[in-house]
């Protein structure tokens, strides 16, 4: 029999998951599926091409003749009359289903709209797989207890490094070893930067401007160039592997706007190069740029985000994958899914 | 309650293990040591370190006085006059366990005694955990039949690359992506070699004499330098993680003892470098020395081990970790009594 799961949230990774399933044959079924405009229910399974395209073509995933405003909703086969006008929550709280894949977007202050959806659906006796931070970094203390409490499932590995899965192999794989240091580049979008300009002599600005061309940064880069995507990282790595128990604040948090060409040929006159690093070492949350020599894992080019764990008995561990992306996010959601599946299949 | 294990090998991996639980405080109680000369049993948990001073000290592991040769053996405690006499696989036999770790040495033309034990393990009940390549090499779809039929566990991430978690990684952390190919940095001694051979323009005797000395290099390096244990580890990986049915002939191997300062210096020109890949890529197994890109995650430096795993939907995820020693390579058997231990008490 199929897990039947929600998709809340229905932009560049909620259509990644859906994407993701449509190309592969595992037992899970899409009962729900909501963004702000409403929701798309249908207990035998939501039809999902259609809904990607919908929501595509008219930016709802509700169906288009039912889609009058916030909160239209219908089912895709019976019971229409009983879903309409359902939103998010309702779909949380009314649709049967075991799993709630939260995707909305990130809100680091607040924790968003996410926190009160990852709130309900626990009461609601769903497990919860999310690639959103906000609520992570905001109250995972809370969250968990509540996940405790109601005897569900908690699982977030999308919400570190997109496809590299950091947490779970650090919780999980690693098992048995003691965590000692975590230090990685974590950032996609500051990681390209930093290598154009490492690789080209170029300034920042400059190689900004060429991020932003090629859709790597936003028009408004701040989240990732000033450090704080970075720093909700280490916020979440901070407490789901060393056990900490800390907030945004906690973090010692410098970008790299102010990173010369003259930095980087400093450093490359020393075999290094310039990344930027978060880290969590004896108890200390940090994010700043920081040399590192020219053959270490860390030096990794491009967008792609690596981890360096340091562990009692196994020395250091790597782990690299890319950072961003909707069916790479995607996948790390569906491991989450599929980890949910078989511990209650069991 | 604790889960027992025998440890079955007591040569620098099995001491690792025993090292690692000592500094450890994990619910594992070890209850049978063996090695060639005898073994040491103790229903209540053997006392680990005198028995890691006795083999220190003697070569042998069972008590000094009653092991007068092959196959002495005592309890350290009550009940000697049941045990004396007891082979490797009496322990595994009579011993109440539920966990055996096979850490004797490799033998990957007929799979060594471990093969043995590992067969007796799984007709008596216990759950296998391995570091030992030979038996997964010579006879993996008869062990994993044997552990099915006996509905047992059979773990061996220790296996493939000491501390580096590629197997696990593959096939739990990363479920539901599908792996495309696997190429790896496999064998620390060579990429040791090579590496000094890139950054000093030094020979290949050279940089292998230079690791000889450092104890990198055994005496005897052919198992390393002709892509012998790389093979090995690729024939482990094509079974376990695609499935494959293949054997130590399935696989293409070059060594690494024909490279010449001359073909660094030609790599170096492109920005390369040289390093012995083992890979796995649409069914073909193969083992050669390959030119690497200087940035590219498989360019990793000195005795490190590293896979590069291409996944469907997550793209390429890199796994990196110290290749081999004794407590890196422990902390990879205990990560695997633990997931038993887990899954056992569930």
Known sequence: MSIRISIIGFGAVGQGVADALMRTAYPIEVVAIADSSGAVVDATGVDLAPALQRKRETGA???????????ACVTDGGAAADTAGMTALDAIVDVDHEIMVEATPTDISTGGIGLSHIRKA????????????????????????????NDRYFRFEATVGGAMPAINLSN?????????????????????ILTRMDDEGVSYEHALGEAQELGIAEADPSADVDGIDTAAKIVILANSVFGMDVEYDDVDVTGITKITPESFKLAKEEGHTIKL????REGVLK??????????????????????????????ITIGGIGAGSVETASAILSDILWIEQAIRD
């Not at 995933?61 to 909160?71: K, R, S, T």
């Not at 999980?172 to 390209?192: D, K, P, Q």
């Not at 994010?287 to 250091?316: C, D, Y």
């Open 277 to 280: 690093i978060g880290e969590i």
């Open 172 to 192: 999980e794989t690693l098992a048995g070893n003691r965590i000692i240091s975590i230090e990685g580049v974590l950032n996609g979008t500051c990681n390209y």
């Open 61 to 71: 995933v509700a169906l288009a003749d039912n889609a009058f405003g916030i909160d």
């Open 122 to 149: 626990f009461e609601s006796g769903r497990h919860v797989v999310t690639s959103n931070k906000g609520p992570l970094v905001v109250a995972y203390s809370e969250l968990c207890g509540l996940a405790r409490k």
């Open 287 to 316: 994010v700043a740029p920081k040399m590192v020599p020219k053959n270490h894992p860390l030096s990794i080019g491009g967008t792609f985000n690596l981890a360096s764990i340091q562990t009692e008995l196994a020395g250091r």
